[in-house]
């Protein structure tokens, strides 16, 4: 099965300054998604980017995918110590609805 | 508003017990996932299932069982709990196209 590979495993930074996760993947897929993870808690959805699509955006996130490289960046811009959490990226195949994850970024956003 | 429920946040079981883990979605989706999550390894898909009575293995079942009698709820078996099963447990559902998979808070088990 594919699996989406997250870069850096883990990252700090202080608040205000933008934090970048990139993930990378192995075959052909029909989109890619991003979840957050808060400590102890279940994950959720961020935001969908297609295949089709380059760039996404939602509030202070930003989404890059280029598909030729197999790979998307998340963006973070102006962290707050709210976003301290762990971050997946996650890819639906052309095949159908299976989502793999990678092992996740864990973001520490210092006050 | 979209709701993934999960019987119980954390259970403390022994070595050869039989645990049920359960999971309740009210979004009438068909599709249920049951994922272990451990530190380093990220989510690993146990089983699925695409309708009611009807299950698949996933990457690591393992050890483990699945039962999906009714469209909304999907249960996680370990017919004999081992220490290596403790982990944190997440069911998901999915949603029609484009497929969001929706997140239950976790099961964090401890066989010990």
């Known amino acids: 099965s594919q699996q989406g590979e997250e870069d850096p495993q883990a990252l700090s930074i202080q608040e205000g300054e933008n934090a970048t996760m990139n993930c990378s993947y192995k075959?052909?897929?029909?989109?890619l998604q991003w979840y957050r993870q808060n400590s102890g808690r279940g994950l959720v959805h961020l935001i969908l980017?297609?295949?089709?699509?380059r760039e996404k955006h939602s509030g202070r996130l930003r989404v890059t995918l280029d598909t030729s490289k197999k790979s998307s960046s998340l963006l973070i811009t102006a962290s707050q110590a709210a976003d301290t959490a762990s971050y997946f990226c996650?890819?639906?195949?052309?095949?159908?609805?299976?989502?793999?994850f990678g092992g996740g970024t864990r973001l520490m956003v210092k006050p | 508003d979209v709701k993934v429920t999960q019987s119980s946040r954390y259970l403390v079981k022994r070595t050869g017990e039989k645990v049920f883990l359960e999971c309740v979605q009210d979004?009438?989706?068909?599709?249920m996932f049951w994922y272990r999550q451990d530190p380093g390894l990220g989510l690993r898909l146990i089983y699925f299932?695409?309708?009611?009575?009807?299950?698949e293995k996933g990457d690591i079942p393992e050890g483990y069982s699945v039962s999906r009698e009714k469209k909304e709820r999907f249960s996680l078996i370990l017919e004999s709990a081992s220490t290596n099963q403790t982990s944190m447990y997440l069911c998901?559902?999915?949603?029609?196209?484009?497929?969001?998979?929706?997140f239950g808070p976790g099961t964090r088990l401890t066989v010990t």
């Open positions: 998901a559902s999915i949603s029609g196209s484009p497929h969001e998979q929706y």
């Open positions: 996650a890819t639906e195949d052309n095949a159908g609805n299976m989502l793999t």
């Open positions: 075959t052909s897929i029909n989109n």
């Open positions: 980017i297609r295949s089709n699509e």
């Open positions: 299932s695409y309708d009611v009575k009807m299950k």
């Open positions: 979004m009438d989706h068909e599709n």
